[in-house]
């Protein structure tokens, strides 16, 4: 697996689908205070060969 985080818009659309699918994301948020949650998007690692 590999991982980035989402920035900017990509990362605003993916956090408003989570809250969507989880809308108790919200609570986590408002006790982060001034602390940004970040959102990562993960991918599958690439094939390596023997």
């Known amino acids: 697996m590999e991982a ?3 920035d900017g818009q990509e990362g605003e659309r993916l956090w408003a ?3 969507s699918a989880c809308p108790a994301r919200n609570h ?3 006790r982060a205070g001034e602390r940004r949650i970040s959102v990562k998007v993960l991918r599958p690692a690439p094939a390596t060969t023997a």
Do not use: I, K, N, T
């Open 4 to 6: 980035d985080e989402a």
């Open 28 to 30: 986590c948020a408002r």
């Open 17 to 19: 689908l989570d809250v």
